[in-house]
């Protein structure tokens, strides 16, 4: 459902870049940059396996920057959060890795965390 991606430049807890979902009608295709406000996060928490370590792997949940359409939309209406969690368990569901939805966070959440992935890029680039 939507586009579900990831943000430029940005490295998650997981060290793989941070999850982002743009929710609207249009379709894209792989390497289109969408310019998105984050409406919130979703908490997800993930193991490779049983008795693994948990691993923080949250994704960010936002609208078209310039589409009239979601200008007033400041928040997802509970079946559209159920649907999208149930989407987030079944595409890892064949990965054997053990996923959990923690719960929804709100905007600053998102920015945090984007903040937060930023920094963790920009840390990686020197490390190298």
């Known amino acids: ?3 579900w991606g990831f943000i430029p ?25 969408v310019p998105a406000v984050p409406l919130g996060l979703v908490s997800v928490v993930q193991r490779e396996s049983k008795g693994a370590p948990k691993l923080r792997n949250d994704r960010v949940m936002a609208v078209p920057s310039n589409d009239e359409r979601y200008a007033d939309v400041r928040d997802l209406p509970q079946r559209t959060r159920k649907e999208l969690e149930q989407f987030f368990l079944t595409v890892t569901h064949m ?3 053990l996923v959990t939805v923690e719960g929804w966070k709100g905007p600053k959440a998102a920015w945090r965390a984007i903040r937060a992935a930023g920094e963790n890029y920009q840390r990686s680039r020197k490390a190298k």
Do not use: I, N, Q
């Open 9 to 33: 430049s940005k490295r998650a807890e997981d060290g793989d870049p941070l999850d982002a979902m743009v929710l609207f009608d249009a379709p894209t295709w792989p390497g289109v940059v």
């Open 1 to 3: 459902p939507y586009d």
């Open 95 to 97: 990965t054997g890795k």
